[in-house]
C-alpha cells in the first residue's frame, strides 16, 4: 500500500466514512513486496499467525536465498523453506546466519527467539511407521516445533510389529493432536485413529515397492479408513500436517 492510498484510508476512517475494522482488514491484505521474480506477502503472519513457508523446489538458490532474507527481515518470528538442496541451504545461510538446515526433511527454519508459555498448550506427537518414514515426519516434527508446539517424535512402531506401537502408547494417548506417517500400505493411520482420543492427521510417504505407487496405495488406503476423527493429507504434505495441527493446538493464533 502506497503513502497515498494510506492516506486515504486514514482519511476515510477519520470522516466516517470507513469503519476501523474495515480499515484493518485492508491493511493486513496490503503489504506485499514485488522482488521481480517473486510478490512477498509480509502480512501473512499477522493475519494468520502463521509463518510463511518458501517452496524451494523450482527457484534458484540465489532466488529462494532473497526470499528468505526480506520475509527475516520482517516480523515474523519463524520463516521457513522446504524442498531445500545444499546449495540453496547454503546460500540462505550466507544471508540468514541464523538459518538451521534439516537436510533429510531439506527443511531450512529461521527462528527469532519468543516468549512462549508452552504449559498453556498441548503436546503434537508425530509419529512414524519406519524409519523410512523420517523424511515426511522431520518435516512435520520441526515445523510443529518451530511453530511454537511442544512437540515429540516417535518412530518405528509400524503394523509389521505392531506389539512397538502398544510399547509408546501412554505418549500417543496423551496428544492433543496426532500426525501419523506412514507409506507402504498407510495402516497405521487407521490403527492409531481407532484407538487415540485426540483428531489424527495421517500423511502418507512415498515409500514402498511397486504397488505402493509411490505413496498413492497409502493415501488412498488412509482416506478409506474406517477410523473416526482421521484427516488425510496429500503425500509427503507434512507441512500442511504440522500447520493444521497448530491451529488445532493453538486455536487462537
Known amino acids: 500500500m502506497s503513502a497515498d492510498e494510506m492516506r486515504s484510508l486514514l482519511e476515510a476512517v477519520q470522516s466516517s466514512q470507513t469503519t476501523v475494522e474495515e480499515a484493518l482488514a485492508r491493511l493486513r491484505l496490503a503489504d506485499t513486496e514485488d522482488l521481480g521474480f517473486a510478490r512477498l506477502d509480509h502480512q501473512r503472519y499477522r493475519r494468520q499467525g502463521l509463518a510463511e513457508v518458501v517452496y524451494a523446489e523450482g527457484k534458484l538458490p540465489e532466488e529462494t536465498a532473497s526470499i528468505v532474507k526480506r520475509l527475516w527481515q520482517q516480523d515474523s518470528p519463524v520463516v521457513i523453506a522446504s524442498r531445500v538442496d545444499q546449495e540453496t541451504s547454503t546460500a540462505i545461510q550466507l544471508e540468514v546466519p541464523e538459518a538451521v538446515y534439516h537436510p533429510r526433511c531439506q527443511l531450512v527454519i529461521a527462528q527469532k527467539p519468543k516468549a512462549q508459555d508452552p504449559e498453556t498448550l498441548g503436546e503434537i506427537v508425530v509419529v512414524a511407521a519406519g524409519t523410512s518414514d523420517l523424511a515426511v515426519a522431520e518435516e512435520a516434527f520441526f515445523v510443529a516445533e518451530a511453530l511454537g508446539n511442544p512437540s515429540r ?15 509408546v502408547w501412554p505418549s500417543i494417548a496423551s496428544a492433543r493432536v496426532l500426525i501419523v506417517v506412514a507409506g507402504m500400505e498407510g495402516a497405521l493411520a487407521s490403527v492409531v485413529g481407532g484407538l487415540a482420543n485426540g483428531p489424527v492427521l495421517a500423511v502418507p510417504s512415498p ?34 500436517a504440522a500447520v493444521l495441527a497448530t491451529k488445532i493446538n493453538q486455536p487462537k493464533r
Not at 207 to 218: E, F, I, N, R, W
Open 207 to 240: 515409500v514402498g515397492y511397486g504397488a505402493a505407487q509411490g505413496g498413492l496405495t497409502a493415501l488412498q488406503a488412509m482416506l478409506s479408513s474406517c477410523a473416526l476423527g482421521v484427516g488425510v493429507f496429500n503425500i509427503g504434505n507434512g507441512i500442511g
Open 153 to 167: 517424535l516417535i518412530v518405528d512402531v509400524g503394523v509389521a510389529g505392531i506389539h512397538r506401537l502398544f510399547e
